[in-house]
């Protein structure tokens, strides 16, 4: 009897084991992917078709150099531009409260009549002087003699525009008389006076003259500002090498003065730059500091940039190509869409480009995505990613297409990695990509920190560089990354201190891919949101 009692309990715990392993609740599996996502990775062609919304572009048309003007009394800014048609590049508008949102298509300065002066309207600035605003641009007439000239006009309401054509102005003795342009003028509290910079060249030396004016009528010629390679440039002089400083714009912030302009050499640098002073005489130097050389404020992809400020904020607008690649005159095609971004001033002087705040915010509706594949080292919990390679193939997850203009945000850990970055128009075999590649290396053509625009073509092992800018590497080499992508323009924010704008046809609604090309890096908070 008592051997039956011990043998029970034995005999129950069996009963046991084996009812829980007939009952076993299964290991837990990813879960099924959103059917709401497209899965495939065929690849689409899609054409593009109308206007942007939020990199500005008009439904037929595009935009040239941007002339920003904040109007206090609506509290809006003015973004008068350049608008190229087919046309002779009259100056049309639209008008945002927060660049995130566009309104108004209206031409407030036509080109002149054929053999005039304007046949063709160069870029120029505005001004507000008691009830009276001013345009000043460019005349331009390749077959005159002088190609170029100031013009003036003026205006009531900022809309209705009159031209004066009496105060138009050529090149004093000295200066470029065919190179004239680009005129801007601002009030100098150091002269009590306004003053105007024209982009010319004067000794074989980019130049920017310089005018006075008490009242924007009479005005009267003072020392340039001339360029110079020197690293010590003295009074009146830039520190730069540009043949010629087009759309310059020049602003106080707090103490220091700003200088900004587009360097015209054609190759690689062919960017908007800029340059500080404690006066509006110079000197204008490179603003260094122990983050290394900076200069720029994005790569070739943001070109003619000027700014505006509405007393509190900043922002820097210029134009995307529609060009993906150079043309054989070693330049983009010119213009394509208006790109907009806020500038955060450093304690070193620094200016640093950042996503404008309700371009950040009007992506407040999140869309759902998926892994579809990848390939290498690469794990996924809970959408933290980490991808992983110890050799020189590269390890990637591919994500679904997106349909519709988004923001892409994600914290990449790079502690252990020194090159990884984004794939777009990844699809089918992956035969031809255009990389947006990090490299936290100096080890580069460039010899610094950079982020480069690649088209790769993995069937041929072939890597084109397309476009660089300057990358700040943070010592914990994490990266706080947001992508904002409207059709075919990618602008990527990193730590809001870097922009990189990019031309992309084949991204529009075609898969796109993580991926690391040396050590292991760890995607989180990863989210896609659309407006």
């Not at 939020?54 to 008068?80: E, I, R, S, T, W």
């Not at 705040?357 to 998926?370: C, L, W």
């Not at 892409?408 to 035969?431: H, N, P, T, Y």
Request: net charge negative.
């Amino acid at each position: 009897m008592k051997a039956m009692i011990g043998l029970f309990p034995v005999l129950f715990f069996i009963h046991l084991l084996a009812g829980c392993k007939n009952n076993e609740i299964p290991a837990p599996t990813d879960p099924e992917p959103d059917p709401t996502v497209d899965m495939s990775i065929t690849c689409s062609n899609k054409q593009e078709a109308g206007g942007y919304q939020l990199f500005y572009k008009p439904q037929q048309g595009f935009v040239g150099d941007p002339m920003p003007y904040f109007n206090a009394d609506d509290n809006k800014f003015y973004l008068f531009y350049l608008y190229e048609n087919a046309n002779h590049h009259p100056i049309y508008l639209t008008r945002s409260a927060d660049f995130a949102s566009f309104e108004g298509f209206t031409e407030i300065i036509p080109s002149g009549a054929i053999g005039s002066q304007e046949e063709w309207i160069g870029t120029g600035s505005f001004i507000k002087k008691d009830n009276t605003y001013y345009s000043f641009y460019t005349g331009h007439n390749a077959h005159l003699n002088p190609a170029e000239k100031v013009m003036m006009a003026t205006s009531s309401d900022m809309l209705n525009w009159t031209k004066q054509p009496a105060a138009a102005f050529q090149a004093p003795g000295g200066y470029d008389q065919n190179n004239f342009r680009d005129p801007h003028v601002y009030w100098d509290e150091t002269r009590n006076s306004y003053v105007m910079l024209v982009t010319t060249r004067k000794d074989g030396k980019g130049t920017l003259a310089r005018f006075t004016s008490p009242d924007l009528s009479n005005w009267s010629l003072i020392e340039p500002l001339v360029a110079t390679t020197s690293d010590h440039p003295g009074k009146h002089e830039i520190e730069t090498d540009s043949e010629i400083l087009e759309c310059p714009d020049i602003f106080k912030m707090d103490n220091q003065w700003y200088l900004t302009f587009s360097r015209i050499n054609r190759d690689e640098h062919r960017k908007t730059f800029y340059r500080i002073s404690d006066s509006p005489d110079g000197p204008w130097r490179i603003c260094r500091d122990a983050d290394g050389h900076h200069e720029t404020f994005d790569g070739l992809y943001l070109y003619a940039g000027k700014t505006a400020s509405n007393g509190t904020t900043r922002y820097l607008s210029g134009w995307c190509s529609t060009g993906q690649t150079v043309n054989s005159n070693n330049e983009l095609h010119w213009s394509g869409s208006l790109i907009s971004h806020k500038l955060v001033k450093q304690p070193s002087g620094k200016l640093y480009p950042a996503i404008p705040d309700a371009v950040d915010a009007k992506f407040n509706t999140e869309v759902a995505f998926a892994q579809i594949k990848s390939e290498g080292n690469v794990s996924n919990d809970a959408n933290t990613f980490t991808i992983s390679t110890s050799s020189s193939d590269r390890s990637y997850a591919l994500f679904n297409r997106n349909t519709e203009p988004v923001k892409i945000s994600m914290k990449i850990d790079a502690s252990q990695s020194e090159r990884f970055g984004f794939s777009f128009g990844a699809c089918d075999d992956l035969s031809e990509v255009y990389s947006v590649s990090f490299d936290l290396t100096s080890s580069n053509r460039w010899e610094m920190p950079s982020l480069f625009m690649h088209q790769e073509n993995r069937n041929s092992a072939t890597k084109k560089e397309l476009n660089f800018t300057p990358l700040i590497v943070p010592a914990n080499q994490v990266f706080d990354v947001k992508i904002v992508i409207e059709n075919s323009i990618c602008v990527v924010y990193v730590n809001n201190n870097v922009a990189f704008t990019n031309r992309i046809y084949k991204m529009h609604e075609n898969p796109w891919a993580i991926f690391s090309d040396n050590g292991t890096i760890k995607i989180s908070g990863m989210a896609i949101t659309k407006s």
